[in-house]
């Protein structure tokens, strides 16, 4: 318990900063871009704090805020942190000044495009905090309107289908995703997602659903058929967000078309809500169906890891390249999550996939991040170029450019060292025992991003440099200072996660022993 | 229920009624009548020859003097009784639907403010005011004939309202189509009562429903059938398909203020009334029917519109079906649905009389609110399009606005209610998700899309400071609703509780 609600401050702080750039920011873009900063440093100093003062030997939810919101309906206001939320936030509020800094070229209607990317902010803070599923669902669909519009407003040409895509995939998602909990808080009364997580670890929910939705209103299903539809319906909801497979379709086009500034958010942070979703929400919940559908889980999860990156290969657009390498970076993340779901396992094998799903996580926010703030920098000298095949021998004419766009392709890649490293050994490390050979089929998936992220590094910084690009403007010195941190954190993190992972432990032992 | 059964046993009986106490129970409806005829008398004898804009502001401030005499009454003075068999009947639930109606009456006259499309302003506000003491009788009565005379005189004004804009032949025609169709639905709702009375001997509701829960085997399809004409009559007030042909062409065609009155104050007067009157659960199986196509052909209907009117006329006919699910609620239990049908008409209906002011607002600046005449909403004016941005997608059901609390707490409470009619719910969320695409275009032109070439310049701002200050207010108690439910809820379930 803390005297200040300082989650709720962290949640409101980005909406008060909405509404500063939009009162200070009206009519001069520089003015609109440095308030957002300014918010965006002040919740990154937040979550800095949230940081230092997280008590690292307990697993269990801290900064708890709860008070009655809607008693009539049972709905909460519920607010807490463990290590994997306060990861999460701390991601958010490492993305969202990267993303305003990376947005330098948005002129035009600068104060509405800052405004919603701080919206975008406190949706994603209020869906990592939030343990009911009504709060939590609010903030869910709240940072999808500020995306929606982001894309739509300031996308590339093809704005209007990409996103309309993502819109639609999404709330399909979020249709199924709201029914199976209308479908629980009526058979248990509570949306509250610790006490679901409880009756489902006790095996109360499958009675208790079974005793609500039997007989002849339901063409005589039975409870435990019932739980597994409404897991499906949950599951969607998930897997059009991270994105798993099949469901990834509104990805490319969104990621491509949308300005640099804002896939950065969509890929550091609105793909990780998915992740986090499977994490907080499906697993505690559905473990039980989770082991029962294991096969087809992993399968999806097979799929995605190995599948994207040959699409990628194949993309002739840097960013389309980089979203499905995206895809399969979080595809690994799900293996390890249906991987701990199984009911066999070491404990340390556990502790060890969900630590490097953590790490992962993290590390690909902030790499994929890195990349196409780099694709974003690119785009801004060339006046929108970025295919694969446009440059060639950026290396001489920019040097630290390419050092620079090097160190986050090495690390996307998982070159020991990097902060990408760590992340993947932990996960192979944990789920390979857990999940033989769906592990050993992933790891095509290595080679097959190695050939990709060289083949990039090849076409766009060796070769002869062709005419065009012999006057190629290297990064000034506030692209410099403003990349350094984040070079630097795939550093310090290649070599020393355990920065990271010592307040995760508790974290995850508790997690973990939850599962068993 | 039992507290009035007691009072319907001795026959009418003039000499037995308390003048004064029936004049204390309906002071705010002659309040609210003997200001519409001021209203009359102040337009016609002494504004006659100056500007809309002074008639239509002196008409409204002086409905608004008497609009809160009227509220002041209902919430200090009017007892809480049920008289002369049922024809004055004042319940808690009905005065918080009086008041309601009175809010919502308001918030449409300020609306009128800006408006110039008649110069019969005495006429237009009075008829409003009528049309709002007929819904405030339909909420304070039990008695068959004083429903049908209340009903008949919100209908009867509602036409005229509809008609009111002579320079427009949609206007007429609009009007022609409601009248036409709403006496039909008047013979069969007339049809309907006269049947209940033969098979009860009795006006009062519900000494009917008594006589009809105990009545013998062969009278039942009797009961059926004055049940269908009942709901059918119905029907057709709420614009429930299939029973909703009137609908678009009113909402396009009838002027701005008195759409948002048809499409707020007479859904909820008529949400409201349906709900004292509807015999229990024979009505089930056809109510469940007309919730779903109306969700359906509203919803599917409205995707192919080009023109915000038109457009939010099917979305209402959806939102009716939506609605109707309160009505679907388990027996005894289905009190409990009362406070989310009433929480959710009343958001609804500022989100829809916000959007039909800025509909109305477009359509002075560029002449027509067909979608394409929103292009360019954003630049022109910010502050409507951040106002319609609010109001459409609190319709649209996006958290964290009202309209998606409202949807989600009548559909959680209905399906615990009706766990059999799960598929309705899914297929209500599913239809939620669909109209998200009509509301999308609307906020897409007002945004994204730039004016075509050809169009004319727009008129310049032709938005009062005040009407866009009442806009902003609006959109303001949509999301504060949307993001902290609880008072207004709280209180409709204090008011409403153990109450029908």
Redo the contacts between chains.
């Keep these: 318990m803390n005297a200040l609600p300082l989650l709720s401050v962290l949640t409101a702080l980005p909406i008060v900063g909405a509404a500063a750039v939009l009162v200070i920011g009206a009519g001069c873009h520089l003015r609109a871009r440095w308030t957002a900063f300014s918010f965006s440093l002040l919740s990154l100093a937040l979550s800095l704090f949230l940081w230092c003062n997280f008590c690292s030997a307990t697993g269990t939810m801290q900064f708890v805020e709860r008070a009655p919101?809607?008693?009539?309906?049972g709905i909460e206001y519920h607010l807490g942190i463990d290590g994997i939320g306060l990861l999460m936030v701390l991601l958010s509020a490492i993305l969202v000044p990267m993303a305003v800094l990376a947005s330098s070229h948005v002129k035009e209607r600068a104060s509405l495009y800052f405004a919603l990317m701080l919206l975008l902010q406190s949706g994603l803070f209020g869906a990592f905090t939030a343990l009911n599923f009504?709060h939590w669902?609010?903030f869910w669909?709240?940072s999808l309107?500020p995306a929606f519009?982001l894309i739509?407003?300031w996308g590339g040409p093809r704005r209007?289908a990409a996103s309309?895509m993502f819109?639609?995939y999404t709330?399909?998602g979020?249709?199924t995703l709201?029914?199976s909990f209308?479908?629980l808080?009526?058979a248990t009364g509570t949306f509250d997602f610790l006490a679901l997580a409880q009756m489902a670890q006790q095996h109360q929910l499958l009675p208790a659903v079974a005793a609500?939705?039997t007989?002849?209103?339901?063409g005589g299903i039975s409870g435990a058929r019932l739980l597994l539809l409404l897991f499906w319906g949950a599951f969607l909801g998930f897997a059009v967000k991270v994105p798993i497979m099949p469901f990834h379709t509104w990805l490319p086009e969104a990621y491509a078309e949308a300005p640099s500034g804002v896939t950065m958010l969509l890929t550091g942070a609105m793909s990780k809500m998915g992740v986090y979703g499977f994490l907080r929400i499906l697993l505690p919940i559905f473990g039980q169906q989770m082991q029962w559908m294991r096969s087809p889980l992993m399968t999806f999860a097979v799929a995605t890891i190995v599948l994207a990156p040959f699409a990628a290969l194949v993309q002739k657009d840097l960013k389309r390249a980089f979203a499905y390498s995206s895809i399969n970076h979080l595809g690994y993340c799900l293996l390890a999550v249906f991987a701990i779901a199984a009911p066999f396992g070491a404990v340390a094998d556990k502790s060890s996939a969900l630590a490097g799903a953590l790490l992962q996580m993290f590390n690909h926010g902030l790499t994929a991040a890195a990349l196409f703030w780099f694709v974003a920098l690119m785009e801004q000298r060339t006046g929108g170029l970025r295919g694969v095949n446009d440059f060639g021998g950026l290396r001489k004419p920019a040097p630290v450019f390419c050092g620079l766009m090097g160190i986050a392709l090495f690390s996307s890649l998982g070159l020991p060292g990097l902060n990408g490293f760590v992340g993947e050994f932990l996960l192979f490390k944990g789920f390979f025992p857990l999940a033989p050979i769906a592990s050993s089929i992933s790891l095509i998936a290595l080679l097959t991003t190695a050939m990709l992220l060289l083949t990039i590094l090849q076409r766009v910084f060796t070769g002869p440099v062709s005419e065009r690009w012999s006057s190629f403007p290297d990064l000034t010195v506030a692209e410099r200072i403003s990349l350094a941190p984040v070079i630097a954190l795939m550093f310090v993190l290649g070599v020393w996660p355990q920065l990271f992972l010592g307040p995760l432990a508790a974290t995850i032992s508790e997690y973990v022993s939850k599962l068993m | 229920m039992n507290n009035f059964s007691a009072m319907n046993v001795s026959a009418m009986n003039l000499s037995a009624i308390d003048w004064s106490a029936l004049f204390h129970a309906t002071l705010p409806e002659t309040a609210l009548e003997v200001t519409a005829l001021l209203v009359l008398i102040v337009d016609i004898a002494f504004l006659r020859r100056t500007s809309h804009w002074l008639r239509f502001r002196a008409a409204g401030i002086l409905s608004f003097l008497g609009i809160l005499f009227a509220a002041v009454c209902i919430l200090s003075t009017q007892p809480i009784t049920v008289m002369a068999d049922g024809m004055v009947a004042i319940t808690p639930a009905g005065k918080v639907v009086e008041l309601g109606l009175l809010a919502i009456t308001a918030l449409c006259l300020f609306f009128t403010f800006d408006e110039d499309f008649t110069d019969h302003v005495g006429e237009f506000v009075a008829l409003m005011l009528f049309a709002t003491i007929g819904g405030m009788l339909m909420a304070t009565t039990l008695h068959l004939l004083v429903i049908f005379l209340s009903l008949e005189l919100l209908s009867l004004s509602l036409y005229i309202l509809t008609a009111f804009n002579k320079r427009s032949i949609q206007s007429s025609e609009a009007a022609l189509k409601y009248f036409l169709f709403g006496g039909m639905s008047a013979a069969m709702l007339l049809f309907g009562f006269s049947l209940f009375y033969g098979i009860a001997d009795s006006c009062n509701v519900f000494q009917i429903r008594a006589v009809i829960d105990n009545a013998p085997a062969q009278d039942l399809h009797l009961i059926i059938l004055a049940t269908l004409m009942v709901v059918l009559g119905f029907a057709f007030k709420v614009a429930a398909a299939p029973l909703h042909w009137w609908a678009p062409d009113v909402y396009q065609g009838a002027p701005a203020p008195a759409a948002m009155f048809i499409g707020s104050a007479s859904k909820l007067a008529s949400f409201y009334l349906f709900w004292n009157l509807l015999p229990a659960n024979l009505a089930l199986p056809l109510l469940v029917i007309l919730a779903a196509v109306s969700m359906l052909w509203g919803n599917l209907a409205a995707l192919a519109q080009t023109n915000v009117r038109r457009l939010l006329g099917y979305s209402a006919i959806a939102h009716s079906g939506y609605i109707l699910l309160a009505f679907l609620g388990n027996g005894d239990a289905t009190r409990s649905l009362l406070p989310a049908l009433i929480f959710y008409i009343l958001t609804y209906s500022i989100a829809v009389i916000g959007a039909f002011a800025i509909a109305s607002i477009v359509e002075r600046e560029t002449g027509s609110s067909d979608l394409a005449n929103f292009a360019g909403l954003s630049k022109r004016s910010p502050l409507t399009a951040f106002c319609l941005l609010i109001f459409v997608l609190s319709m649209a059901g996006i958290p964290p606005l009202a309209g998606f609390f409202a949807k989600f707490n009548l559909f959680a409470l209905f399906w615990q209610q009706q766990p059999g009619l799960w598929w309705l719910v899914a297929l209500a969320i599913a239809m939620s998700a669909v109209s998200l695409f009509y509301y999308l275009q609307v906020l897409k032109h007002a945004y994204v899309v730039e004016p075509a070439e050809t169009a004319a310049a727009p008129a310049p701002q032709s938005a009062s400071m005040l009407t866009r200050f009442v806009l902003l207010l609006c959109a303001l108690v949509v999301i504060i609703l949307g993001c902290n439910p609880q008072p207004l809820l709280g209180l409709l379930n204090h008011a409403l509780s153990g109450m029908f």
């Design positions: 919101w809607l008693p009539s309906l009504f669902f609010l669909e709240l309107i519009f739509r407003l209007a309309t819109f639609v709330m399909v979020s249709v709201l029914l209308l479908a808080y009526i609500h939705f007989g002849a209103n339901y």
